[in-house]
C-alpha cells in the first residue's frame, strides 16, 4: 500500500468513536487550543464525509465528481488550517504570545471560515449519499462533529484590517 492513504482504516476508527457517544475532550493549553479542537472536529467531518460517500459509491465515487469536490474542499480547508495553527505556534514559540498577537488573531479568523467550509461541503456529501432515517442519522452525527464556539469574526476582522492598514503591507 505504498503511496496511498489508510483512509479506510482511518474511518472505521472514526465510526466506531462516532457509535461510542461522545467522549471526554482532550484539553489542550495555550492561545490556539480553541483553534486545535476545530481542526480535530474538521478532521472527523472530512473523514466522516468520505466515509459515508465511499459506503455508497464504492469503487465508483471516483465518478461522482461533485461528491470528490466537495471532499476535496473539506481536505484542503484540514490541511490550510492545520498549517495556519503550525505557522502561529511557530510565531508564538519565537517571539512569544504578545509578539504573535496578529498571527493568533489571523489564525482564530481563519478556523471559523475553515470550520463553516467543512462543514457546509460534509452537509454536502451527506445530503447526496443518505435519505430518509439514514440522513437524519448521519446529520445528528454532523451536528455533534461541528459544533462549535463561534468566533467574532467581525471583532478579529477589523484587528487584522488595522494591522495591515498600520503596516502597510501584510505584515507575517
Known sequence: MAGQLPLLAAIKNLMDEVMAGPSAVEEREGPLSAEHQLLANAKKLALFAAGAASQKYMMGLADQQEVMGALADCITEVFALESCILRAEKLIAARG?????????????????????????????????AEGDMLRTQMAIL?????????????LGRQIAKHVLAAGKYAL
Do not use: C, F, N, W
Open 143 to 155: 451536528r455533534r462533529l461541528a459544533k462549535h464556539e463561534p468566533a467574532d469574526t467581525i471583532g
Open 97 to 129: 504570545e504578545g509578539a504573535a498577537r496578529q498571527a493568533i488573531a489571523m489564525t482564530r479568523y481563519y478556523a471559523s471560515k475553515a470550520a463553516q467550509t467543512v462543514e457546509l461541503s460534509s452537509r454536502k456529501v451527506i445530503a447526496a449519499v
